[in-house]
């Protein structure tokens, strides 16, 4: 008779606020660990696009000729 406390109104209301916590404790877990995720996916594609605009930036000054270099260059520098 280790358990007849539970059959006790006491111990039913216990029991009942035991499964609530343990409840609101496993959402609120599950939910920090899907805002992690989500962030975690957030800032992959933050990433991403950084890196393809990088590769972009990269490829024009690449390829572009000396002269449309300089034009480049003199809209962002005073003299």
């Known amino acids: 008779m280790m358990f007849s406390w539970i059959l006790s109104p ?8 035991g499964a609530l916590v343990a409840t609101l404790g496993i959402a609120w877990l599950k939910g ?4 992690k995720a989500a962030w975690e996916e957030k ?3 933050v990433r991403e696009r950084a890196q ?6 990269r490829h024009d000054v690449q390829n572009d000729s000396d002269a449309a ?11």
Do not use: F, N, P
Not at 52 to 57: A, G, L, N
Not at 69 to 79: V, Y
């Open 10 to 17: 006491l111990g039913r209301w216990l029991s009942l606020a």
């Open 32 to 35: 920090r660990a899907a805002g």
């Open 43 to 45: 800032r992959r594609a």
């Open 52 to 57: 393809q605009q990088s590769t972009e930036i």
């Open 69 to 79: 270099l300089d034009r480049r260059l003199d809209r962002w520098m005073r003299d």
